[in-house]
């Protein structure tokens, strides 16, 4: 099984829907973050957690919220999606670490939004 | 704010040969560097990481990295190019260890 699991791997949806994004790890990190990617523009970072009582906005965080429920889950919800949040939304993982623990960011295998 | 360039959308590089991608940071100080490699519905894989010390770093798949300072560079480079290597590379920065800034990404397609 994968460290860290995004589910679901795919979805449709239309505009105006509520959908909710979920991500669970067993790594044991207690940082959780959430990232979009767009094809030419990388990953951008949505909402960051280091913490269960911590949340924290990234650089695209407008239409987007998020909750983490519990150290190994942290899930992305979308109020009200609209057709320009499709895009492939990755979850990913690490721990406050020193020297070359640093900063490495352990990927889900992402989940493809389409909002139609 | 932070930023990283890979210059290079697209390259394309014959079975066997060298490799070479780009990547240019701006930031004040010596950041944590990353490269990290998508493959088709993948999700990513980190190659390798700068922290200090030894410029030049290994990294997995026979890849090699190298930062250089008086440039704000840290270029991917590899000797010889397989086909499996086809795929989108990231470079990021880490400014304090924290919150990955990623590039926009190079796609690598080997032709045979």
């Known amino acids: 099984d994968a460290d860290v699991t995004q589910t679901p791997r795919n979805r449709i949806t239309k505009t105006g829907k509520r959908i909710m994004l979920e991500c669970s790890q067993t790594?044991?990190?207690?940082?959780m973050y959430w990232y979009r990617q767009d094809p030419g523009l990388g990953l951008r970072l949505i909402y960051y957690?280091?913490?269960?009582?911590?949340?924290n906005k990234g650089e695209i965080s407008d239409g987007y919220s998020v909750s983490r429920q519990a150290q190994a889950k942290f899930s992305l919800s979308l109020e009200s999606a609209i057709p320009n949040q499709t895009a492939l939304y990755f979850c990913?993982?690490?721990?406050?670490?020193?020297?070359?623990?640093?900063?490495?960011?352990?990927f889900g295998e992402g989940s493809r939004l389409t909002v139609l | 704010a932070q930023s990283v360039t890979q210059p290079d959308i697209h390259i394309t590089v014959s079975e066997g040969a060298s490799l070479e991608l780009r990547c240019n940071y701006s930031?004040?100080?010596?950041?944590?560097l990353f490269w990290y490699v998508q493959s088709p519905g993948q999700g990513l894989q980190l190659l390798l990481k700068?922290?200090?010390?030894?410029?030049l770093v290994q990294g997995i798949k026979g890849f090699e990295a190298e930062f250089k300072r008086s440039q704000s560079s840290f270029n991917l480079r590899k000797p010889s190019v397989h086909w499996s290597d086809a795929a989108e590379y990231f470079c990021?920065?880490?400014?304090?260890?924290?919150?990955?800034?990623f590039g926009a990404g190079t796609i690598l397609r080997v032709k045979s």
């Open positions: 990913a993982t690490n721990f406050r670490g020193t020297g070359l623990n640093t900063g490495e960011l352990f």
């Open positions: 790594k044991g990190h207690d940082r």
């Open positions: 957690s280091f913490d269960v009582k911590d949340i």
């Open positions: 930031y004040g100080a010596t950041p944590y």
């Open positions: 700068y922290f200090s010390g030894d410029t």
């Open positions: 990021a920065v880490a400014p304090g260890g924290d919150k990955l800034v």
